[in-house]
C-alpha cells in the first residue's frame, strides 16, 4: 500500500458525459500528479498540482481539468468523453514541488470505461 | 522532446533464469533514472532510483541497476528471477530543475515479464 488513495476503482459511463476521479495524496505530500495510461500511449502525465495551485501541464486535453483543495486531495474532471478516453488514470503524490529526485507514490487508479 | 525507450515488449523465462530489461533515454544532459513495477491489479512501485554517485543501483527484492552515461541506458537486472517477479515493468526519467522540468516521470512503454514455474 503507497498510502496514495483514488476512487473510485471502476468507472463505466457513456459518451458525452462528464465524470470526476478523486485522489488523496499520502500524509505530508503536498505535490499531486495525475498520468493516464493506455494501451497505444502508455503512460503519460497530465497534470501536476503542489500545495492548491497547477504547477506543470502535460499532454491533458482541454476537456479535461484538475484542482487541489486546501486538504491536498485532488480531482480529475474529464468531460464530453470519448471512447479514445477509455484508460486507466494513476494518480501519484511527492513530497515536494517538482524536485526530480523525490519518489513519486502511486495509487492504485482509477479504470475508466466508456461505452 | 526527451523519450524512454524500452526494447523488450514481453519477456518470458523460467524460474531461475537471470534477467535484463533493457531502457534508453534520450536527452543530453542530467537525469534522474527510476525503475517501477507494477504486479497484477496492484499500483506502480518503486524499484529503484538512481541520481547520482555508484552508477550501479541496488533496489528492493534483489533487483539491480546500472546507469551508463555513454550509452543513455539505464539496464534493469536481477541474477535469478521467481515465479513472484511476473509484472510489468517500467524505465522512468525525470530532470533536473532548471532544464523546462516538470517535475513529471516520463515513462517507457513498459515490459511485461513472465515468469513460468
Known amino acids: 500500500d503507497s498510502g496514495v488513495t483514488q476512487t473510485p476503482k471502476h468507472l463505466i459511463t457513456a459518451t458525452g458525459q462528464r465524470v470526476t476521479l478523486r485522489c488523496s495524496p499520502r500524509s505530508g505530500d503536498l505535490s499531486v500528479y495525475w498520468y493516464q495510461q493506455s494501451l497505444d500511449q502508455g503512460l503519460q502525465f497530465l497534470i501536476q498540482?503542489?500545495?492548491?495551485?497547477?504547477?506543470a501541464k502535460g499532454n491533458i486535453l482541454e476537456r479535461f481539468s484538475a484542482q487541489q483543495f486546501p486538504d491536498l486531495h485532488s480531482e480529475l474532471n474529464l468531460s464530453s468523453l470519448e471512447l479514445g478516453d477509455s484508460a486507466l488514470y494513476f494518480c501519484?503524490?511527492?513530497?515536494?514541488?517538482?524536485?526530480?529526485?523525490?519518489?513519486?507514490?502511486f495509487g492504485p487508479g482509477t479504470r475508466l470505461t466508456v461505452l | 522532446a526527451q523519450s524512454v525507450s524500452q526494447h523488450n515488449h514481453h519477456v518470458i523465462l523460467s524460474e531461475a533464469a537471470s534477467l535484463e530489461l533493457g531502457c534508453n533515454y534520450s536527452y543530453g544532459g542530467t537525469v534522474n533514472l527510476f525503475w517501477y513495477v507494477q504486479y497484477p491489479g496492484q499500483h506502480l512501485q518503486l524499484l529503484l532510483k538512481?541520481?547520482?554517485?555508484?552508477?550501479l543501483v541496488k533496489g528492493i527484492k534483489g533487483f539491480e541497476a546500472e546507469f551508463i552515461k555513454s550509452k543513455f541506458s539505464f539496464n534493469l537486472r536481477k541474477p535469478s528471477v521467481q515465479w513472484s517477479d511476473t509484472a510489468e515493468y517500467f524505465c522512468?526519467?525525470?530532470?533536473?530543475?532548471?532544464?523546462?522540468?516538470?517535475?513529471?516521470?516520463?515513462f517507457g512503454q513498459g515490459t511485461t515479464l513472465q515468469v513460468k514455474p
Open positions: 522512468a526519467v525525470s530532470l533536473p530543475r532548471g532544464s523546462g522540468n516538470t517535475g513529471k516521470l516520463i
Open positions: 498540482y503542489y500545495n492548491g495551485e497547477e504547477r
Open positions: 538512481y541520481f547520482s554517485g555508484d552508477p
Open positions: 501519484a503524490s511527492s513530497p515536494r514541488d517538482i524536485v526530480s529526485t523525490d519518489t513519486q507514490y
